[in-house]
């Protein structure tokens, strides 16, 4: 089985580029089959089941971290396609914060980049752009040709390394030419004994057994202050 | 060898096998593309963009050769599109943005900022400066200088031009600033003098190439008619964009 990770930032075009993508492995003949990550509810798996007629599952996060109950999950969703039978999983993750990436050493990530989502976006967008080894550039439909150029400029500074395939998530086109890199990719869905490639924020804190107090005498744990004397915190 | 562009035909909407089974393409042609609202232009010249290799709802290939007779991929270099929108998305000032594009394209330097603006300027009719936000330009201004950012920072070999004639601007200096020096031209257009000015017409219905002519004697002779008429309504516009009132004289 294949296991690929698809990040990007909440309505980037993560499901609409999985469902082009995942209708030609399966136009090839390949069983296919999907988990999303999500936080507090997700129609994608629903989505994924009734447009493809694929198994497909969600988990949410709810009051635990997004990132920490992502990794926490990966044998578990990995091993969930195995049982299914399926040649391709696509793990759409979302609702991550930009702190992180989701993606794993040796196993293949995807990052999905909105064109509308502005000049800086690239900058911004941190680890799970940055270390990323496939970009996919949607909604290139609404911006101008110069735009898209200027954009995909700003993805390869902030990653060198990775290809970048604009997809129009609506029509599906680009998507032929992305499917055809992710039927070169490896065979890889052991996630056990794998590491991160960018570590996840610490959450011991007590806001994170639920405490919704807010002052000092309620805190504990890993807590980081403001301050003030640090050089970017003010305009210059 | 000279530049070579070809487009195979693929379906229409409705799933038929196009007429027009292909069309060629050589440095320094231009076509028109015409057909009712909704016929597939945009679509047409979305495809040839892409380099579309039938993965595109048209079903159409299209193959792009350079000067030395090689097949080009898809980038950026080969293809400059003006396509029907007439807003920036980008968040950005004239100068950011046309530096940063020209960066984007490897040709860093040379002022690019002042003589877009300089160039975008002659197409509408208040100036932008380097300064302007991106943003605020006026439909006219944004499209005039997505037209001066084509022609002198993309500078592509193929040029694929989406209806020139709206938002104002000065059309057929547009349409010259955009084509010339052994560009490809595609030009889709509702307008009857760009259309006959194209040595070839590719007539669109239904999503699909329908015809394929090329311009007779007697269109071209309707050609000069009709941009007598075109000229009388340009200076017309003039006029009345400059707060004057129509005389009768006007037509003598
Ligand atoms: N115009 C245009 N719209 C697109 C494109 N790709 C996606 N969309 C639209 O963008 C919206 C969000 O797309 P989704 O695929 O649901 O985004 P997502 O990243 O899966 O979103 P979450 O799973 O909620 O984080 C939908 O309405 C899509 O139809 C594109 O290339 N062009
Ligand atoms: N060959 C085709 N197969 C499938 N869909 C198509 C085809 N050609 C065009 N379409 C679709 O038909 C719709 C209208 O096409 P398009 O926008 O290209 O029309 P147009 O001629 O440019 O219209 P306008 O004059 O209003 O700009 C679009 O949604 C387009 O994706
Ligand atoms: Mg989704
Ligand atoms: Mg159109
Ligand atoms: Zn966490």
Known sequence: MKALIVAGPPSAGKTAVILHVARRLLAAGDKVAAVKFDTRSSLDPELYASSLGIPAIGGLSDYLCPDHYFISNMEEALEWGKSRGADCLFIETAGLCLRCAPHIEGLPAVTVVDSLSGLHAPQKMGPMLALTDIVVLTKGDLVSQAEREVISFGIHAANPRARIHPVNGLLGTGSLGLSGELRQLPELDEAAERKLRHDMPAAICSYCTGERRIGRRYQSGNVEKLRPESPHAEPA | ?252
């Open chain 2, 1 to 252: 060898m000279l530049n070579r562009l070809e487009i195979a035909g693929g379906a229409d909407r409705a799933g038929r096998p196009e007429e027009i089974r292909g069309i060629a393409l050589k440095a320094g042609e231009s076509l028109a593309v015409a057909g009712p609202t909704g016929s597939g232009k945009s679509e047409f010249l979305a495809d040839i963009e892409q380099l579309a290799a039938g993965d595109t709802p048209s079903g159409r290939i299209v193959s792009y050769r350079n000067a030395k007779g090689e097949m080009a991929g898809r980038s950026p270099a080969i293809v400059a599109t003006l396509s029907q929108r007439t807003n920036f998305i980008m968040d950005a000032r004239v100068e950011e943005f046309a530096a940063l594009h020209a960066a984007s394209l490897g040709k860093p330097g040379r002022d690019w900022a002042q003589r877009t603006a300089d160039l975008a300027n002659t197409l509408c009719g208040e100036p932008m400066t380097p300064e302007s936000p991106l943003q605020r330009l006026s439909g006219g201004q944004a499209r005039a200088l997505m037209i001066a950012d084509i022609a002198l920072i993309s500078d592509a070999p193929v040029v694929l031009i989406d209806e020139v004639e709206n938002a104002g601007i000065d059309k057929h200096l547009a349409v010259s600033v955009l084509t010339g020096h052994g560009k490809i031209a595609v030009i889709a257009t509702h307008d009857p003098v760009l259309i006959l000015s194209s040595p070839r017409r590719l007539i669109m219905a239904e999503g699909g190439m329908r015809r394929l002519l090329a311009a007779a004697g007697e269109d071209r002779r309707c050609l000069d008619r009709l941009a007598g008429y075109d000229a009388a309504l340009l200076r017309a516009r003039d006029i009345l964009r400059r707060g004057e009132e129509m005389r009768e004289e006007f037509f003598r």
